[in-house]
């Protein structure tokens, strides 16, 4: 279960992407547009310590796919791989780093798509009370195993429209670009819809090695 809160961010999640975005080999799109957000989904962190939530963003003609990771205090080994840091007016400071090199998040991504473990629900916190609100996307994924099975430190590689995370004996392949259609040949995946998007369309794919 997620429970985010009602609160101000300064910046903006969207303001740390636009200025991070268009520095990866997937984001050129971003550069020089105001980033609008289409869709999110969140999954759960087993240990309640982890934020995670995945953005799916209008830049201009293109959909971008964009997990972040919140934690409450700054990760050495992920330094490279950090987004931005945020003044949360609940939780104070925030560091957010990218999804597909957070430990985390590539465990939670990959028992969705390999067990079809669901996304995460989501709660406000109101007045003492939690209070329900439904997710703006809605990802399934494919797989049927029992468990993901142990995972390696991740690994990500970043292209023109994916990313490749490698973990163990794991290969994941995060899409960037999202593109309507496009088959998965054959790999247990992630697919989501959102409003205005009623057919699947792939966000992520999973093969072991």
Do not use: N
Not at 37 to 45: G, H, N
Not at 52 to 72: C, K, S, W
């Amino acid at each position: 279960m997620a429970l985010p809160y009602r609160a101000i961010l300064r910046p903006s999640k969207l303001e740390l992407v636009a200025g991070w975005a268009p520095g990866r080999p997937w984001g050129a799109a971003a550069a020089g547009v105001e980033l609008e957000q289409v869709a999110a989904y969140r999954f759960d962190d087993p240990a309640g310590e982890v934020g995670t939530e995945t953005f799916v963003l209008g830049a201009g003609d293109t959909l971008l796919h964009v997990p972040l990771t919140y934690r409450g205090a700054p990760v050495p080994e992920l330094e490279e791989h950090l987004v931005g840091t945020t003044e949360h007016s609940v939780l104070g400071r925030r560091w957010f780093y990218d999804g597909c090199a957070d430990p985390v998040y590539v465990a939670a991504l990959a028992a969705a798509v390999l067990t079809g473990a669901p996304q995460a629900e989501e709660y406000f916190a109101v007045d003492g009370r939690q209070e329900r609100r439904d997710p703006t996307a809605r990802v399934t994924g494919s797989g049927t195993a029992a468990v993901a099975g142990p995972l390696g430190t991740p690994s990500p590689t970043d292209t023109a429209d994916a990313t490749t995370v490698r973990a163990g004996d794991l290969e994941l392949v995060v899409r960037r670009a999202l593109t309507p259609g496009v088959p998965a040949d054959g790999a247990a995946t992630l697919t989501g819809t959102w409003a205005g998007q009623d057919e699947p369309v792939l966000l992520a794919s999973a093969r072991r090695a």
